[in-house]
Protein backbone atom coordinates (compact mmCIF):
# COMPACT_ATOMS: atom_id res chain seq x y z
CA UNK A 1 0.00 0.00 0.00
CA UNK A 2 1.79 3.23 -0.99
CA UNK A 3 1.22 6.22 1.15
CA UNK A 4 1.04 8.92 -1.32
CA UNK A 5 -1.54 7.55 -3.00
CA UNK A 6 -3.24 7.64 0.54
CA UNK A 7 -2.07 11.00 0.92
CA UNK A 8 -3.94 11.69 -2.28
CA UNK A 9 -7.55 9.97 -1.20
CA UNK A 10 -7.12 12.39 2.06
CA UNK A 11 -5.61 15.47 0.58
CA UNK A 12 -8.12 15.65 -2.60
CA UNK A 13 -10.92 13.51 -1.86
CA UNK A 14 -11.82 14.36 1.87
CA UNK A 15 -15.31 16.00 1.08
CA UNK A 16 -15.99 12.79 -0.96
CA UNK A 17 -14.67 10.73 1.92
CA UNK A 18 -16.91 12.76 4.75
CA UNK A 19 -19.94 12.56 2.29
CA UNK A 20 -20.03 16.12 1.69
CA UNK A 21 -19.59 15.71 -1.57
CA UNK A 22 -20.34 13.67 -4.92
CA UNK A 23 -17.30 12.77 -6.00
CA UNK A 24 -13.58 13.79 -6.40
CA UNK A 25 -10.75 14.06 -8.96
CA UNK A 26 -6.94 14.18 -8.80
CA UNK A 27 -4.42 13.36 -10.63
CA UNK A 28 -1.54 10.76 -9.09
CA UNK A 29 1.79 10.01 -10.40
CA UNK A 30 3.21 6.63 -10.87
CA UNK A 31 6.43 4.36 -11.72
CA UNK A 32 4.59 1.95 -13.65
CA UNK A 33 1.41 1.20 -14.83
CA UNK A 34 0.83 -2.24 -12.55
CA UNK A 35 1.37 0.16 -9.44
CA UNK A 36 -1.57 2.64 -10.72
CA UNK A 37 -3.94 -0.39 -11.54
CA UNK A 38 -2.69 -2.23 -7.98
CA UNK A 39 -3.93 0.77 -6.37
CA UNK A 40 -7.43 1.01 -7.74
CA UNK A 41 -7.86 -2.53 -7.36
CA UNK A 42 -6.90 -1.98 -3.38
CA UNK A 43 -8.95 1.11 -2.73
CA UNK A 44 -11.67 0.09 -4.62
CA UNK A 45 -12.18 -3.10 -2.26
CA UNK A 46 -11.38 -1.22 0.77
CA UNK A 47 -14.13 1.52 -0.11
CA UNK A 48 -16.78 -0.28 -1.40
CA UNK A 49 -18.29 -1.30 2.10
CA UNK A 50 -18.64 2.76 2.21
CA UNK A 51 -20.05 3.11 -0.78
CA UNK A 52 -17.45 4.35 -2.97
CA UNK A 53 -16.04 3.29 -6.17
CA UNK A 54 -12.54 4.18 -7.80
CA UNK A 55 -12.22 4.71 -11.69
CA UNK A 56 -9.08 5.47 -13.75
CA UNK A 57 -10.39 8.22 -15.83
CA UNK A 58 -7.13 9.06 -18.49
CA UNK A 59 -3.78 7.94 -18.10
CA UNK A 60 -1.09 9.63 -20.00
CA UNK A 61 2.81 8.72 -19.43
CA UNK A 62 3.34 8.28 -15.99
CA UNK A 63 0.33 10.32 -14.48
CA UNK A 64 -3.40 8.75 -13.78
CA UNK A 65 -6.35 10.96 -13.59
CA UNK A 66 -8.34 9.28 -11.07
CA UNK A 67 -12.55 9.47 -10.24
CA UNK A 68 -13.42 8.57 -6.80
CA UNK A 69 -17.10 8.57 -6.15
CA UNK A 70 -20.03 7.78 -4.17
CA UNK A 71 -22.07 5.79 -6.68
CA UNK A 72 -25.76 6.55 -4.98
CA UNK A 73 -24.83 9.64 -4.88
CA UNK A 74 -23.90 10.03 -8.12
CA UNK A 75 -27.04 8.29 -9.36
CA UNK A 76 -29.41 10.72 -7.64
CA UNK A 77 -27.34 13.49 -8.92
CA UNK A 78 -27.57 11.95 -12.86
CA UNK A 79 -31.28 10.31 -12.36
CA UNK A 80 -32.41 14.60 -12.01
CA UNK A 81 -34.36 15.54 -14.78
CA UNK A 82 -32.53 19.17 -15.78
CA UNK A 83 -29.11 16.91 -15.38
CA UNK A 84 -30.34 13.93 -17.59
CA UNK A 85 -31.68 16.38 -20.76
CA UNK A 86 -27.92 18.30 -20.04
CA UNK A 87 -25.88 15.11 -20.38
CA UNK A 88 -28.35 13.97 -23.25
CA UNK A 89 -26.63 16.58 -25.47
CA UNK A 90 -23.61 15.54 -25.10
CA UNK A 91 -24.40 11.64 -26.08
CA UNK A 92 -25.11 10.74 -22.30
CA UNK A 93 -27.50 7.54 -22.91
CA UNK A 94 -28.09 6.12 -20.05
CA UNK A 95 -27.69 7.95 -16.53
CA UNK A 96 -26.52 4.81 -14.89
CA UNK A 97 -23.43 5.19 -12.84
CA UNK A 98 -20.59 2.68 -14.70
CA UNK A 99 -22.32 3.65 -17.91
CA UNK A 100 -21.99 7.39 -17.49
CA UNK A 101 -18.56 7.40 -16.39
CA UNK A 102 -17.56 5.22 -19.43
CA UNK A 103 -19.32 7.74 -21.54
CA UNK A 104 -16.96 10.45 -19.61
CA UNK A 105 -14.34 8.60 -20.36
CA UNK A 106 -14.83 8.47 -23.87
CA UNK A 107 -15.31 12.29 -23.97
CA UNK A 108 -11.84 12.53 -21.94
CA UNK A 109 -9.99 10.81 -24.60
CA UNK A 110 -11.54 12.33 -27.25
CA UNK A 111 -10.47 16.11 -25.85
CA UNK A 112 -7.63 14.80 -24.35
CA UNK A 113 -5.46 18.26 -26.08
CA UNK A 114 -8.42 20.15 -25.23
CA UNK A 115 -8.54 19.83 -21.18
CA UNK A 116 -11.48 18.66 -19.80
CA UNK A 117 -15.36 18.20 -20.97
CA UNK A 118 -17.24 20.63 -18.93
CA UNK A 119 -20.47 18.49 -18.14
CA UNK A 120 -17.39 16.66 -16.14
CA UNK A 121 -18.41 19.54 -13.20
CA UNK A 122 -21.92 17.67 -12.93
CA UNK A 123 -20.10 14.36 -12.31
CA UNK A 124 -17.96 15.87 -9.41
CA UNK A 125 -21.59 17.14 -8.08
CA UNK A 126 -21.63 21.02 -8.82
CA UNK A 127 -24.94 22.42 -9.46
CA UNK A 128 -26.07 22.35 -12.84
CA UNK A 129 -26.61 25.82 -13.21
CA UNK A 130 -22.85 27.04 -12.22
CA UNK A 131 -21.49 24.47 -15.10
CA UNK A 132 -24.07 25.34 -17.77
CA UNK A 133 -22.98 29.08 -16.27
CA UNK A 134 -19.25 28.15 -17.24
CA UNK A 135 -19.97 26.49 -20.46
CA UNK A 136 -21.98 29.94 -21.54
CA UNK A 137 -19.78 32.25 -20.08
CA UNK A 138 -16.08 30.37 -21.52
CA UNK A 139 -15.07 30.24 -17.80
CA UNK A 140 -15.68 34.19 -17.44
CA UNK A 141 -18.15 36.13 -16.04
CA UNK A 142 -18.47 34.47 -12.89
CA UNK A 143 -19.42 35.75 -9.71
CA UNK A 144 -17.03 34.01 -7.01
CA UNK A 145 -14.27 31.10 -8.04
CA UNK A 146 -13.63 28.46 -5.18
CA UNK A 147 -14.03 24.71 -5.71
CA UNK A 148 -15.59 25.64 -8.77
CA UNK A 149 -17.03 29.02 -10.69
CA UNK A 150 -19.72 29.96 -9.59
CA UNK A 151 -22.34 31.87 -11.46
CA UNK A 152 -25.39 31.53 -9.35
CA UNK A 153 -26.12 31.41 -5.55
CA UNK A 154 -22.70 33.39 -4.67
CA UNK A 155 -23.78 33.76 -0.74
CA UNK A 156 -25.00 30.35 -0.36
CA UNK A 157 -21.77 28.82 -2.25
CA UNK A 158 -19.36 30.97 -0.69
CA UNK A 159 -20.36 29.07 3.04
CA UNK A 160 -20.01 25.92 1.57
CA UNK A 161 -16.64 26.33 0.39
CA UNK A 162 -15.86 26.95 3.96
CA UNK A 163 -17.84 24.13 5.15
CA UNK A 164 -15.81 22.30 2.55
CA UNK A 165 -12.20 24.01 3.46
CA UNK A 166 -12.96 23.31 7.33
CA UNK A 167 -13.54 19.41 6.42
CA UNK A 168 -10.01 19.21 4.20
CA UNK A 169 -8.32 20.85 6.98
CA UNK A 170 -9.83 18.17 9.83
CA UNK A 171 -8.81 15.44 7.64
CA UNK A 172 -5.31 16.30 7.04
CA UNK A 173 -4.74 16.79 10.42
CA UNK A 174 -6.66 13.71 11.52
CA UNK A 175 -5.12 11.66 9.17
CA UNK A 176 -1.53 12.98 10.11
CA UNK A 177 -1.99 11.90 13.42
CA UNK A 178 -2.49 8.66 12.40
CA UNK A 179 -6.47 7.89 11.21
CA UNK A 180 -6.62 5.92 8.05
CA UNK A 181 -8.26 6.60 4.94
CA UNK A 182 -10.91 3.89 6.29
CA UNK A 183 -11.29 5.70 9.44
CA UNK A 184 -12.15 8.69 7.77
CA UNK A 185 -14.94 7.48 5.52
CA UNK A 186 -18.26 7.87 6.51
CA UNK A 187 -20.42 4.75 5.79
CA UNK A 188 -23.35 6.07 4.16
Not at 27 to 46: A, D, V, Y
Not at 119 to 145: C, H, M, S, T
Not at 177 to 186: A, I, K, P, W, Y
Request: with cysteine; hydrophobic share 40%.
Amino acid sequence: MEISFEKDLIEHCSLTLASMKTASLFCHTFSCPEEIHGNICLWQEILREKGIRLFLLRVCACTALVYVCRTEALRRDLCRGEVRRFLSAYGYDCVEPHSAVERLKQRLAAQADLGFPHEIGVFLGYPLADVIGFIKNEGRNFKYAGCWKVYENEGETRRLFAKYEKCRNVYRRLFQEGRSVLQLTVAV
